[in-house]
């Protein structure tokens, strides 16, 4: 309390303070009279008597002396006013702060602590800086004014020729802003803010015309406004914005004080006048609807961007009011009566009166209004209700509503209480009008309008006309042959308006905008005349339909129209655009009536209301396919030879830019390259293309760039083309560019989805298959913090690696956001959008997670709801809409209409009866029972009878059991199970055609092949065979489908390359062939080539409803094995889901939206989602392949949108083994659901019986040693059908013949016995034959080209089995080993860092000599980190500039995100000095693959390093080995490094058979690993003979040749078990150096082995390729004399040659002392002194510094044809020995000079 009141006390002694010293002030001024001031007062009196005098003289009327007097009295008595409103607001302007300070403890006292302003921001700092630039903005003004605006106003007209500025003077009071509002729930492409504006300045302009003796001027101006600034459109380059747009909503309060001739215009009446003219002036411009824009960047249609169309129209409907006010009098206020009320209502410029309504204070008007609106939020209704009245009307209140409510609400009916009056309220009902830019509701609109009605007889309109008046062009002449000054006034349906006029022109530019509202547009037209200004003369009229309009797309009319009654050329630029307008009464609630005066929604909205571009963006693709005819910018050979160059391509669209790989040395490159990016349509938008070559020491050089425009592609929708460069002399690229357009069905997603399924590109990307927008408008019921306050809410919206975050609401439970997002979706029914509310992004308040699939089954796929939270309170909840949109590619082919299933099936059978496959199992073997034999198309008539007599028995049973409610059993499409699957195995290929070329193509080389398998859908790709031309493939494909005619199966052979891979041949075979010969092992020639044959086994494998031949085909699965790792499939499933019954409710009470998800392995289908039901219907059909049927089994999993689960099934395969016909068709009941949960399906499998029973043998795995047997296999099969006929010449019960071998040893190793292919007999031809039995006796032998070949026992071909037919177990084996190893994925992905660290410069001395008097140098070395390895190169002594030279290794993971780490250091005594550090990523190096450059070291003042950073690619040739060692010998480097040659990595599975300890004990097997000096070890496995280790290690290799590698295995590395030696030499000619098998150890058990994958990849180092082109860096000391540091280049500006002379190095000295040298350098031809330059003498130096510059005064075309000579010389040299150490001569026209040469150049003799 004492603090509190000291407050009063210590303001009253301040000012009591004030006073006195004012008074002190004014008694220490000098009395006395001033004659002037007694001139002055004079001079008043008299000029004030002098009117009287001169009126009494001339006998002028008292009367008007008098009205004169008033006049003045009036005129002083406003402008004191005035002046005084201008001191206060100046004078409060000064003391704001001490005022604000001393009110501080009162406004604390007065407000809760709780009070902030959250719509509107201070920006105190924008104010600071005003105060910083208003003085220059002063300067700016007054030369403004002098220098331009004057001597324009002198020249405009003859009587103003003396007007002159006489004083210009902004004041020192700057424009304040008081506050800013920025807004966010517009549209995304615009920044919109409001700026509250408050000037009064001090301001004072004088201006004299001195011809007339005329002086008037300004004294002051205040302004107040609130100014809305748009920024817009957003752009993505540089200034980012594309306009500034700004206006005032309201019109701001100006007041202006008039010094000079102008004072009259203070004169009372004239002075409201002045400010209303001077205002209306303003609001020209600057007033809604009117706007000022200023463009930022060129292009844009400014005239849209000043007259945008509106954002809607209200429709208001004045109805009543109630307990208004009385004013009316009678009897001189005895009598109180009522009052005559009546309306006035504005919304901006436009203004509405109502009729008055005599004596009532109730009164009903019952008038309608349309008023359009520009901008939401912003624009008011504001409402005035007065009493009319003879004299002057009374007021009767007022009030205003923001019409951003309504467009929120649609339609507001509510009364309105009036405010500055003691009673009365307004009853209004407004309705939002959206303008739609389609005629399809216009029908509607027009009949809903009939039913409107209204007193004001103002008819309700249908649509709005925007007609935007551009230009025109070749108006006539006026008589006499002057040019007009044209105007246009345009007539729409009996309203006229006017345009601005345009001053003699015939060419004028207009650019306004008028507005009509249409009642009815299809009999309407616009009537435009252009006419002079005196609207007279009539210079061309036209006449535009509004059908016209409405025939175009987006109801937009914008082109040239020709003007009639004019000149043959006059012609006028007109944009018409009409919109509908239409209630959306689908968003208005039922109870819409709200107390909005009071500011409290009674109701939330049911659904959100985005601004109506949401949802508008699209997607732009763009692919990258290649590059033609480019500009080679790499020279060789210092220029002499040109190289090529390495492309890469920039492309910048909205904001976005995306970079493409690099291609090596290409001219003509393919990149292959995918982008997308989300874009609204804006004018003016334009895709930016450049090219440029990559360099890694200098800027990339320039290669071309295009434009495009975003409109032309959106018209287009899809281009395919190439497309020119520009500012290059040749070079074209090739792009595909695709607005793609959306669909909001879900109907083609499927088809969409394997569309992209079938693209790849080298970007990895992977293109969206939807857009997904998301608005989030608000949320309710969150809970508050623990602290009891309401939460700070944002949301946090993440839709896979993306995330978008709202703003921030101020603390309420009740926040509202009103923001829009996008995601592009890749698979829309597997992405999540996940919403996280959260206060101030740290305290989690709730969650909520919308799968996209729910979208799919929404009508139009938009879900516009409130959701409740996950986290929160029961009734915490969110509002949001989420729409999707597909994404459908342009040459993707997805049906327009649902597809229909046709009644005639093409190749597929009927399904047979269960009599017919009794008939089957009991026929002659000569008819196999194949389910899936297709028959011919004259079975059509047939399979109508069929199924017309199942529909009739269908009804038959329909109408015998009506009360059956649910069917016993599914009911399938006739078609079901009639899949078949189609096996293809791709085995080798012979005489392939050269397409690789050695030596610049003098040298023909091979090819490294690849398949591509096209079956219906289905795409194949086999790996590729490294430089074969007769690979080897041995892959099996399988595709199940359903035979149409036509099908054809497609093989295309690609030889693979860099670029763009090279055509082998092609061949095509007829599934019906297929299917009709079940069994092809054929040899086909490739087509379209010259050369070239491929073989391949086809099978169509038949299928039979039988177990018996199970185990037949799982024994034979487990004996083939195939490249691919494909594993034949045993059976196939087919699932037809027909129903469920009783599904439970959902948690809400409400019916299941069900949906059930199959799963069978690692395959996965869907249903389709249901309507809302608990007896969902589904039928539809699925099927798997199944490769272990006793194993495997089908999950179902239903449930509620794919969200809430309703229950599960689980049916093992197996149980069908055991039902009949393999077939299970009931009713199932369901786990996790009600107990009378159940669901209807039909499990159906098939089991696949093969023909192929051998495993085929390629032409080439036929090796010598088996040709040397292929005697013996022949004799034995004779004796087998010699003992075939004679078993079934003895007994013809038993046709199964076993024939033991002649070795009966060869039982126990079959497994790897190689099976001999035989040619399957025509299935014409073949007999009943029996199952033979054939054993071979041959040793094992290691693979040789299928390496994948099963080696085992083979059994024959049963062409005809019967049921009878009994089989012959084949005998057990042991545990089959695995044939190779199989490591994982990152297995041989490492990669090599080479890093050359070769000199510094500039770097700091950390030396002192004689105690810091003297600066000395510094010892440096360098340290470096990567990942765990760390390196360190010597120490230089005592330099500044060092050359180290050193080179370091290490392998790393290429896939890896590390950092390069160097840090330099000054070598001391006791604690090292710090000279620097910089970081290079990992990644940087890998994208660039070779960087040579210098980099500049961080956190010191000055220092270089250079380096060069190598990460070196691989390649599995032993053709590079030779130029790879040649490498080593040419490079040396101090630290004694040698580069690796190569890198081997060496995958360690396991081991077999192992002997054990002496102990008798099983072995705890290590192995160590041993190459060179390098050294690893395993870890240590349990006690086992078949250890386990699965590792993997890496060696640097650098001599192939000679070096191996050895592996030591012991128990406990102690006691050795075996050992395994490899040499590198036979990595080497092993197929893709890769060793991949068992080998036996030495010094262990015949029969140990160890099983590992060693592979060797050669170091194809780019500094190969320099050898040639004498750029390698790091050579060997060569014969020469040294080399000198140059740096060339050539100032534009100064227009010199630049030479810079750095250092000298391995100057060569003639004596065994040092030299004294000196750099000497001329400028030839020309050899006069003037051109001779020279540097200091450095001496005793062989590596001397000399850091000097030269400038030589030349032309730049001149430099061309000079010759720089440089010469090294010696001081000190006698006159014996030459001056001359050595010299080099540069010829300029090879150097580039514009942008800079730095080199170090060799120095030859004086004689060379």
Same mark, same amino acid.
């Given at each position: ?5 000291s407050?009063?006390?210590?303001a009253k ?11 002190a ?19 008043? %009196? ?20 008098? %009205? ?11 402008r004191?006013?005035?002046?005084e409103?201008?001191?206060?607001a ?19 006292r ?7 302003f ?46 002159n ?37 001090n ?10 003796? %005329? ?7 205040q302004?107040?406004?609130?100014m ?8 993505g ?11 005032f909503?309201r ?28 205002m209306?002036?303003?609001?020209s ?8 824009v200023v463009?930022?960047?060129p ?20 109805l009543e009011?109630q ?12 009598m ?36 359009i ?70 029908e ?27 230009k ?35 060419n ?7 507005t009509f ?21 009539t ?8 059908s ?26 007109i944009?018409?655009v ?25 109701q ?17 693709r ?5 590059g ?5 910018k790499?020279n ?15 492309i ?32 003016g938008?334009?895709l ?22 975003l ?34 069905e879900p109907?083609?997603?499927d ?18 298959a ?13 809970p ?13 919206l993440?839709?896979?690696e ?14 509202k956001?009103?923001e ?96 017919? !496959? ?10 196999p ?10 079975l ?23 009360t ?18 189609l ?8 005489s ?17 092949p ?42 295309e ?6 670029d ?14 297929i299917?009709?010969s ?9 087509n ?9 086994i ?10 018996d ?105 197996r ?12 009713w ?32 080439v ?33 038993s ?37 033979i039995?054939?054993e ?49 994925q ?7 860092l080479r890093?050359h ?9 950390? !030396? ?7 600066k ?7 340290k ?27 392998v ?19 604690s !090292? ?14 994208r ?10 961080k ?15 691989t ?6 080995v030779?130029?790879?060692?040649q ?9 004694k ?129 320099m050898?040639d ?18 740096s ?27 030299? !004294? ?14 051109t ?28 061309r ?7 090294v ?40």
């Amino acid at each position: 309390m004492q603090s509190e009141k000291s407050e009063p006390t210590e303001a009253k002694g301040a000012e009591e303070n004030a006073l006195s010293n004012l008074r002190a002030a004014e008694a220490s001024k000098p009395k006395g009279i001033s004659a002037v001031a007694v001139l002055w007062t004079f001079g008043k %009196c008299l000029s004030a008597l002098l009117p009287v005098y001169l009126a009494g003289y001339y006998r002028v009327s008292t009367s008007l002396l008098v %009205c004169g007097m008033m006049v003045y009295t009036g005129w002083k008595h406003a402008r004191e006013a005035k002046e005084e409103r201008l001191k206060s607001a100046i004078q409060l302007l000064d003391n704001e702060e001490e005022h604000t300070w001393k009110r501080a403890s009162t406004i604390k006292r007065d407000l809760p602590a709780w009070v902030n302003f959250p719509d509107v921001e201070k920006v105190e700092w924008l104010n600071k800086v005003l105060q910083q630039v208003w003085p220059f903005v002063g300067q700016y003004l007054e030369k403004l004014l002098i220098e331009t605006i004057a001597p324009s106003i002198r020249a405009s007209s003859a009587h103003l020729q003396t007007l002159n500025f006489t004083k210009v003077d902004m004041g020192d009071k700057p424009m304040k802003v008081v506050g800013i509002k920025a807004h966010t729930e517009n549209d995304k492409g615009q920044v919109l803010l409001d700026l509250y504006i408050s000037y009064v300045g001090n301001v004072e302009i004088n201006v004299e015309v001195k011809r007339y003796f %005329c002086k008037a001027g300004v004294k002051g101006i205040q302004l107040h406004g609130m100014m809305r600034v748009i920024l817009e459109p957003l752009i993505g380059d540089v200034p980012i914005v594309g306009a500034v747009t700004m206006f005032f909503i309201r019109r701001p309060k100006l007041d202006i004080n008039w010094t000079g001739l102008t004072n009259l215009l203070d004169i009372p009446g004239l002075n409201v006048m002045s400010d209303s003219m001077i205002m209306d002036a303003i609001a020209s411009f600057l007033v809604l609807p009117n706007r000022l824009v200023v463009p930022l960047v060129p292009g844009l249609h400014v005239a849209q961007l000043r007259c945008p169309l509106p954002r809607g129209v209200v429709r208001i409907h004045l109805l009543e009011a109630q307990s208004l006010a009385a004013k009316d009098n009678y009897v001189k206020g005895v009598m109180a009566g009522l009052s005559d009320p009546y309306a006035i209502l504005r919304v901006g410029p436009q203004t509405f009166t109502s009729k008055h309504i005599d004596n009532t204070d109730s009164p009903k008007w019952g008038e309608m209004y349309e008023v359009i609106v520009h901008e939401v939020p912003g624009q008011e209704l504001e409402v005035e209700v007065y009493d009319k009245d003879t004299d002057k009307d009374d007021f009767l209140g007022r009030t205003k509503l923001d019409l951003g409510i309504v467009k929120r609400s649609i339609a507001v009916d509510d009364w309105f209480t009036l405010k500055e009056t003691t009673s009365g309220r307004v009853h209004f009902k407004l309705e939002w009008l959206a303008l739609q830019p389609n005629t399809e509701q216009l029908e509607q609109v027009l009949k809903r309008n009939e039913s409107v009605t209204s007193k004001n007889s103002h008819p309700p309109s249908s649509a709005i006309l925007v007609v935007y008046l551009d230009k025109a062009e070749a108006l006539p002449m006026k008589k006499g042959n002057k040019e007009p000054n044209p105007m246009v006034q345009i007539s729409v349906q009996g309203t006229t308006k006017d345009s601005k006029i345009c001053y003699t022109t015939i060419n004028p530019e207009w650019e306004e905008a008028f507005t009509f509202f249409i009642q009815d547009p299809r009999t309407q037209e616009i009537n435009i005349q252009v006419k002079d200004a005196d609207r007279v003369q009539t210079l061309g009229k036209v006449t535009i339909p509004l059908s016209h309009v409405m025939k175009t797309s987006h109801l937009s009319l914008d082109q040239w129209f020709q003007l009639e009654d004019s000149g043959t050329a006059s012609r006028i630029y007109i944009n018409s655009v009409l919109r509908v307008l239409w209630l959306d009464e689908d968003r208005i609630s039922a109870e819409v009536s709200s107390n909005l005066a009071a500011g409290v929604s009674k109701q939330l909205p049911m659904q959100a209301s985005p601004h109506p571009s949401f949802a508008t963006e699209g997607l732009f693709r763009i692919h990258l396919l290649a590059g033609q005819n480019l500009i080679p910018k790499d020279n060789l050979m210092g220029g002499m030879v040109k190289g090529k160059s390495d492309p890469y391509v920039k492309i910048n669209i909205g904001g976005e830019t995306f970079t493409s790989q690099v291609i090596k040395g290409n001219l003509n490159p393919t990149w292959n390259e995918m982008y997308e990016v989300i874009l609204t349509e804006l004018a003016g938008q334009e895709l930016h293309v450049e090219m440029f070559d990559k360099d890694m020491d200098m800027k990339d050089d320039f290669m071309g760039r295009l434009k495009i425009s975003l409109k032309d592609i959106i018209d287009s929708q899809y281009t395919d083309q190439w497309y020119t460069l520009n500012d290059v002399k040749s070079g074209r690229v090739h792009m595909v560019l695709e607005w793609v357009p959306t669909s909001s069905e879900p109907d083609g997603l499927d088809q969409v989805l394997q569309f992209h399924s079938r693209q790849s590109y080298q970007n990895k990307a992977v293109p969206s298959a939807g857009l997904l927008f998301v608005y989030v408008e608000q949320a309710d019921g969150l809970p508050v913090k623990k602290s009891g306050k309401d939460p700070k809410v944002g949301v946090e919206l993440s839709l896979r690696e993306m995330s978008r975050k709202t703003t921030v609401c101020d603390r309420t439970t009740s926040p509202k956001w009103n923001e829009a997002f996008y995601f592009p979706v890749r698979d829309p029914r597997q992405d999540i959008l996940i919403l996280k509310l959260s206060h101030s992004w740290t305290l989690p308040i709730g969650s909520l997670i919308v799968p996209i699939r729910e979208l799919l089954s929404e009508p139009d796929l938009v879900l516009d709801q409130w959701f409740h939270l996950d986290g929160a309170s029961p009734e915490s909840q969110i509002l949001l809409r989420t729409e999707l949109k597909v994404l459908v590619p342009t040459k993707c082919p997805v049906p327009t209409e649902k597809a229909k299933m046709s009644e005639v099936l093409d190749p597929a059978p009927a399904k047979p009866l269960p009599e017919t !496959d009794t008939i089957l199992k009991t026929a002659s073997v000569e008819t196999p029972p194949v389910e899936t034999i297709v028959p011919t198309l004259p079975l059509d008539e047939e399979f109508h009878k069929v199924k017309e007599t199942a529909l009739k028995e269908d009804q038959e049973e329909e109408l015998e059991s009506p009360t059956v409610s649910l069917p016993p059993h599914s009911s399938p499409d006739l078609t079901f199970a009639s899949e078949g699957l189609l096996r293809l195995i791709l085995l080798e290929a012979q005489s392939l055609v050269a397409k690789d070329t050695i030596m610049g193509g003098l040298k023909k080389g091979k090819s490294d092949p690849y398949a591509k398998i096209s079956i219906g859908q289905a795409t194949f790709k086999s790996a590729v065979v490294k430089e074969n031309l007769n690979p080897v493939w041995n892959e099996l494909y399988e595709v199940v489908l359903r035979p149409q005619p036509g099908q054809v199966v497609q093989v295309e052979l690609f030889d693979k390359d860099m670029d763009k891979d090279d055509f082998l041949g092609r061949l095509k075979i007829n599934l019906s062939d297929i299917i009709r010969s079940q069994l092809i092992d054929q040899w086909y020639s490739l087509n379209d080539v010259k050369s070239g044959r491929l073989r391949l086994i086809l099978e169509w494998v038949p299928t039979v409803s039988s177990n018996d031949k199970l185990e037949q085909v799982m024994q034979l699965q487990s004996l083939q094995s195939y490249q691919n790792k494909t594993v034949p499939s045993a059976a196939l499933l087919f699932v037809y889901m027909d129903r469920a019954h009783l599904l439970p409710f959902k948690k809400s009470g409400k019916e299941p939206k069900a949906g059930a998800e199959l799963v069978f392995g690692s395959t996965t289908h869907r249903t389709k989602v249901c309507d809302r039901s608990r007896s969902p219907q589904w039928s539809e059909a699925f099927h798997f392949q199944v490769h272990d049927p006793n194993e495997e089994m089908l999950i179902v999993k239903l449930s509620s949108a794919w969200d809430q689960p309703m229950g599960s099934l689980v049916l093992p395969v197996r149980q069908l083994l055991s039902e009949p016909q393999l077939l299970l068709d009931q009713w199932m009941p369901l786990d996790g659901a009600l107990p009378e949960s159940k669901i209807l399906l039909r499990a159906e499998l098939k089991i696949l019986d093969t023909r192929l029973t051998e495993v085929p043998q390629t032409s080439v795995a036929v090796s010598e040693e088996e040709s040397k047997t292929a005697a013996a296999a022949e004799k034995m099969l004779e004796t087998a059908e010699e003992e075939e006929k004679r078993q079934n010449l003895a007994t013809d019960d038993s046709p199964v013949v076993s024939v033991h071998p002649a070795h009966p040893e060869a039982k126990h190793d079959t497994s790897h016995s190689p099976a001999r292919v035989e040619e399957p007999a025509p299935a014409e031809e073949a007999p009943t034959e029996s199952l033979i039995k054939v054993e071979r006796d041959m040793k094992p032998q290691p693979e040789t080209g299928l390496g994948g070949l099963a080696k085992a026992t083979v059994t024959g071909i049963p062409t005809d089995p019967a049921p009878s037919v009994e089989v012959v177990d084949v005998p057990k084996v042991g545990p089959k080993l695995p044939p190779h190893t199989v490591p994982s994925q990152d297995f041989g992905k490492e990669g090599v860092l080479r890093i050359h660290l070769l000199e510094a410069k500039n770097l700091i001395a950390k !030396d002192n000599l004689m105690g810091g008097m003297v600066k000395g140098k510094s010892d440096p070395y360098v340290k470096i980190n990567i990942g765990e390895n760390s390196f360190k190169s010597h120490v230089i002594k005592e330099n500044l500039n060092p050359t180290w030279n050193e080179m370091y290794e290490v392998v790393v993971n290429g896939r890896s995100n590390q950092d390069i780490k160097f840090e330099a250091f000054d070598k001391d005594i006791d604690s !090292d000095d710090f000279l620097g550090r910089f970081t290079v990523q990992l990644n940087e190096v890998i994208r660039s693959q070779y960087t040579d450059q210098w980099f500049s070291l961080k956190d010191v003042k000055s220092g270089q390093i250079h380096l060069i950073l190598e990460w070196v690619p691989t390649v599995s040739n032993s053709a590079r080995v030779e130029q790879v060692l040649q490498l080593q010998t040419l490079q040396s480097y101090q630290n004694k490094a040698v580069p690796s040659a190569a890198l081997l990595s060496v995958y360690l599975e396991g081991a077999h058979s192992l002997p054990l300890k002496k102990s008798g004990k099983e072995p705890k097997a290590g192995v160590e690993l041993v190459l060179g000096e390098t050294t690893y070890k395993t870890k240590l496995c349990d006690r086992s003979t078949d250890p386990q280790w699965n590792e993997s290690f890496y060696f640097l290799v650098h001599d192939p040749k000679r070096q191996m590698l050895v592996a030591k295995l012991s128990s406990g590395w102690d006691e050795p078990i075996g050992a395994l030696v490899i040499t590198l030499k036979n990595l080497l000619a092993a197929p893709q150096l890769v060793l991949d098998q068992w080998f036996p150890l030495d010094g262990a058990l015949p029969e140990s082995q160890i099983l590992l994958r060693a592979e060797l990849k050669i170091l194809n180092s780019k500094m190969v390729d320099m050898i040639d082109s004498g750029t390698l860096p790091c050579t060997a000391p060569a014969p020469g004399n040294g080399q000198v540091k140059l740096s060339l280049s050539y100032s534009s500006k100064e227009r010199k040659l630049v030479v810079i002379v750095h250092a000298c190095r391995g100057l060569v000295s003639p004596s065994k002392d040092s030299v !004294d040298s000196y750099v000497s350098i001329m400028l030839l031809p020309d050899k006069s002194k003037a051109t001779k330059k020279k540097t200091a003498v450095r001496k005793k130096d062989l590596n001397p510094e000399y850091n000097e510059r030269f400038e030589y005064d030349l032309r730049e075309d001149e430099a061309r044809f000079r010759r720089l000579s440089v010469s090294v010389k010696n001081n000190s040299a006698s006159f014996r020995s030459p001056d001359v150490i050595g010299q080099v001569l540069i010829e300029l026209a090879q150097i580039d000079l514009t942008s800079g040469v730095t080199d170090w150049f060799t120095l030859t003799d004086d004689a060379e």
